[in-house]
């Protein structure tokens, strides 16, 4: 074999070449979310948080005095089999982590369930799910993996919540359970019965029913059925269009519904729809809502978001969770995502809603959580409108991340 003798100027030139390489390496994190179709105005939103969360990331130095994370986008359409081809495609370009969570429980369940395929088979090649809003508790539950991370309140959590919230409204007494046909649609009308029911034994369930995810045009024949219960109240885990259609049927029926609901007020289209409707009450949880008060640090992101976006700022878990990110690695000091992983697991950030910890036992996110309820400005409880209407967000109780924690039986197998 021919040996090949570099002059010193060359060595030099390779060695400047090779570092020139290693400080522009990145860390590659795939988007999987909706991007088309019924819910693509949700997977639009989502991506927004990541992408300005990431670029914020990179311009005070990225990560390890100098990596950039790179964010490559995959369009889910909702669906378990494009999402997993997705996750094929990103693990060819390199990808170490996804972020994900708007396709629904069912979807972000076979991703996981894909990656934890993929990591066994392929050990050093290994890839990392964060997870901002499926909230199947069975994810950090029964089905636990060490490579999933849930960065939003299970539904249990958000249900906790609610009920606390029921329980003191004596006027609420027929309550009617309406879901979409889904793992998490059927936990939401579980976990409703069973913690509203504890609250408040006195309360009646007059009647269920299930329908399809994102496909139904016209919910006036579901507000019927509700109608002829009685109830005054809806428990739904309906999102998106789903929950803007379902309004659009009550207010056209003039009828005034109250609805629990797990996040549906962060979702563009909602305030509108409530706004429009002159009729109901919805009232859903999350870890701040816009206008809500004695929140500096996320008023001051919100403005700079809106300004170099020019998009209204709702959901500061999604946004947090690139942070968490490229915390673990920078306390790892590696890219390795089994040890960006370890480092993630009862990690504490003081975050913008206070400090928050991922919980190292099933990687269950602990995050305050705010009832609120969608209501008209009134100069008091509720000072500011949402998109370009006179209703904006009352707050009507607020619960520490602690304070919601609910036991688990997750068994996680660890590499």
């Not at 948080?49 to 994370?69: C, F, M, R």
């Not at 659009?248 to 109250?258: E, P, S």
């Not at 729809?273 to 919805?282: C, M, N, T």
């Not at 998109?387 to 009507?396: A, I, L, Q, S, V």
Request: aromatic share 8%; charged share 20%; proline share 5%.
């Amino acid at each position: 074999m021919k040996t090949v003798f570099l002059t010193p100027l060359a060595a030099a030139a390779a060695l400047l070449i090779g570092t020139a390489a290693s400080a522009q390496e990145t860390f590659k994190v795939a988007y999987i979310d909706p991007l088309s179709g019924p819910f693509a105005n949700v997977g639009e939103l989502m991506l927004t948080h990541t992408q300005y969360a990431i670029e914020d990331i990179n311009a005070k130095g990225g990560v390890l005095k100098g990596t950039k994370l790179q964010l490559l986008q995959f369009d889910s359409k909702l669906s378990a089999q494009e999402s997993q081809s997705a996750l094929q495609a990103a693990i060819d370009q390199g990808a170490k982590a996804i972020v994900t969570g708007g396709s629904g429980s069912s979807v972000v369940t076979a991703l996981v369930q894909a990656a934890a395929r993929h990591n066994q088979r392929n050990p050093g090649k290994e890839i990392l799910v964060l997870n901002h809003s499926s909230i199947d508790p069975e994810l950090t539950g029964k089905a636990c993996s060490f490579w999933h991370f849930q960065f939003e309140a299970n539904t249990a959590m958000k249900m906790k919540a609610i009920a606390n919230y029921i329980k003191k409204q004596p006027d609420i007494k027929k309550v009617y359970l309406l879901n979409q046909d889904y793992a998490h649609g059927k936990q939401w009308a579980h976990y409703g019965r069973e913690m509203v029911g504890l609250a408040r034994p006195d309360i009646q369930f007059v009647g269920e029913a299930l329908h399809p995810i994102g496909r139904v045009k016209d919910f006036a024949p579901y507000v019927a059925k509700v109608k002829s219960s009685e109830a005054d109240s809806v428990i739904t885990g309906n999102w998106g269009q789903d929950m803007t259609l379902l309004l659009k049927a009550a207010g056209d029926a003039g009828y005034n519904l109250r609805y629990f609901n797990h996040s549906a007020g962060s979702i563009p289209g909602t305030v509108l729809a409530v706004s429009q409707a002159k009729q109901g009450q919805l009232t859903w949880v999350a870890e701040w809502h816009p206008g809500q008060a004695d929140t500096p640090k996320v008023d001051a992101l919100a403005k700079a978001y809106k300004a170099k976006t020019g998009k209204d700022f709702l959901a500061p878990r999604i946004e947090m969770t690139p942070r968490f990110l490229a915390a673990a690695i920078n306390k790892a000091q590696s890219t390795d995502p089994v040890k960006v992983a370890r480092a993630l697991e009862d990690l504490t950030l003081e975050s913008v809603v206070g400090p928050v910890r991922m919980r190292g036992e099933d990687h269950q996110l602990l995050l305050p959580q705010v009832v609120n309820t969608i209501a008209p400005v009134d100069g008091k409880a509720v000072k500011v409108g949402w998109e370009g209407t006179n209703y904006g967000f009352r707050t009507d109780a607020a619960y520490t991340g602690n304070e919601l924690a609910q036991g688990t039986d997750c068994k996680m197998n660890r590499p």
